[in-house]
Antibody, heavy 126, light 107 residues
Framework: EVQLVESGGGLVQPGRSLSLSCVAS????????MHWVRQAPGKGLEWVAG????????GYADSVKGRFTLSRDNAKNFMTLQMNSLRVEDTALYYC???????????????????WGNGTTVTVSS | IVLTQSPGTLSLSPGERASLSCRAS???????LAWYQQKPGQAPRLLIY???NRATGVPDRFTGSGSGTDFSLTITRLAPEDSAVYYC?????????FGQGTKLEIK
């Protein structure tokens, strides 16, 4: 069974930093892309960042580019989102998600999510 | 790519059929379009990927269709447990984006 457990959320002042972690189990971690998706209170889903299996491609939403850094450690089944220069609008529930693999068109894509953790809450407030 | 979902809210009765729309601002390459279901207090669940492929364990009451810029999720024989917010998502090889969601109420 796929399990994704997030940690590291909390209350932080604007301009400060926070690091989120995701530990994965139940699948071959180094075969899949991994993602962070966030959801502000009462709002919809927003993709934050994703990283392919070998860290060769790391993508970021425009809203976090230059402030957030995503990395993974395949030996430890571990992913980290370093969040710097946090803003009030970064307040959200942050989900760790496992990338799916879609090769149905003949070309393969892995920036969608086929398993999700329960999330960790980040609150940015003075 | 900006995804626009409609309607914002859909209220239907058990046994009816729901049709949810997702329109893209430009053509979605290779039909790389997914649908998710999110119930209150829960994480999202993948329903459909590649526009029409059901994810593991998804009942055949859920059907994805469409191509290019217009996609749909159809849910037949609605049940109370189908009450949720449904999101579409377009994805590539280095980024993705979600629609704003459609809330489905089963009354």
């Amino acid at each position: 069974e796929v399990q994704l457990v997030e940690s590291g959320g909390g209350l932080v002042q604007p301009g400060r930093s926070l690091s989120l972690s995701c530990v994965a189990s139940g699948f071959n971690f180094d075969d899949y892309a991994m993602h962070w998706v966030r959801q502000a209170p009462g709002k919809g889903l927003e993709w934050v960042a994703g990283i392919i299996w070998n860290s060769g491609i790391i993508g970021y939403a425009d809203s976090v580019k230059g402030r957030f850094t995503l990395s993974r450690d395949n030996a430890k089944n571990f992913m980290t989102l370093q969040m710097n220069s946090l803003r009030v609008e970064d307040t959200a529930l942050y989900y760790c998600a496992k990338g799916g693999i879609d090769c149905s068109s003949g070309k393969c894509f892995d920036f969608f999510m086929d398993a999700w953790g329960n999330g960790t809450t980040v609150t940015v407030s003075s | 790519i900006v995804l626009t979902q409609s309607p914002g809210t859909l209220s239907l009765s058990p046994g009816e059929r729901a049709s949810l729309s997702c329109r893209a601002s430009q053509s979605v390459s290779s039909n790389s379009l997914a649908w998710y279901q999110q119930k209150p207090g829960q994480a999202p669940r993948l329903l459909i990927y590649g526009a029409f492929n059901r994810a593991t364990g998804v009942p055949d009451r859920f059907t994805g269709s469409g191509s290019g810029t217009d996609f749909s999720l159809t849910i037949t024989r609605l049940a109370p447990e189908d009450s949720a917010v449904y999101y579409c998502q377009q994805y590539g090889t280095s980024s993705c984006s979600f629609g704003q969601g459609t809330k489905l109420e089963i009354k």
